[in-house]
């Protein structure tokens, strides 16, 4: 974990019952596995992020608003004290590295959380039963009216691991032909051509995102740009 990213977990005193590993008993009817919580409002499920290392003595989700989850879990760390590491989890990703005629696909929009107006890759929510693939395909016809004929997976990622419980796939397309896009109601994108060449100096120049940088990394890494 960097520097530049510490987990999120409370500085407040040892929780009640540490000296005891085998205690909830501090928080009634404590759930302890994400697989006793009920679906996300929106009717998904969580994502288990694995088998705990550490003594998980309570998943708590303190807030829902439809589309991801906040909360916490409380755990017994290997001092043996108690800390609530508080983590919002959201569905998994897809970024699209789309390639035609010698240029990288971006679209232009404006983030209101960072305030910025910028250039990424094409990229979103993978919805359930969709693979990272299809769902690359699908939003890449969406937000820029293109559609490939081939896509492959080059990596799936944990993203943000000291706060987010978030996977987010980098998928490549190519065989790019034009297809009516379809937007949802918050997306105002404008699609760009950017030359290969200049595509990594692009992606580096602020502001920009992890996901744009990271995407084009790894296409480049692969051998496709």
């Given amino acids: 974990m960097s520097d530049d990213e ?8 040892d929780a009640p019952g540490a000296s005891n590993p085998d205690a909830a008993s501090d928080v009634p009817n404590a759930v302890t596995d994400l697989r006793d919580l009920p679906a996300f409002s929106d009717g998904r499920r969580h994502s288990l992020p694995g088998e705990p290392e550490w003594p998980v003595r309570e998943v708590a989700v303190e807030y829902d608003p439809g589309w991801f989850v906040g909360g ?9 004290t108690e800390k609530k590491y508080y983590w919002a989890e959201l569905p998994p990703a897809t970024v699209v590295i789309a390639v035609a ?18 250039l990424e890759l094409p990229a979103g929510i993978v919805e359930a039963g969709e693979s990272y693939t299809a769902a690359g395909a699908r939003e890449l016809a969406e937000e820029t009216g293109f ?31 034009p297809v009516e896009a379809d937007t949802d109601s918050n997306e105002f994108l404008v699609p760009r051509a950017v030359p290969i060449d200049e595509a990594l100096a692009i992606a580096r120049a602020p502001p920009t995102n992890d996901a744009t940088l990271e995407g084009l990394l790894l296409a480049a890494h692969e051998g496709y740009l």
């Fill in 72 to 80: 916490y879990d409380r755990v017994e760390q290997p001092d043996g």
């Fill in 147 to 177: 559609a490939p004929s081939s896509t492959s997976l080059l990596q799936e990622v944990w993203c943000s691991t000291g706060v987010l419980r978030h996977k987010r796939g980098y998928v490549f397309a190519e065989g790019l032909e």
């Fill in 6 to 13: 510490p987990s999120a977990s409370d500085d407040a005193p």
């Fill in 101 to 118: 005629d010698d240029a990288v696909l971006f679209v232009e929009q404006y983030r209101p959380t960072v305030r910025n107006t910028q």
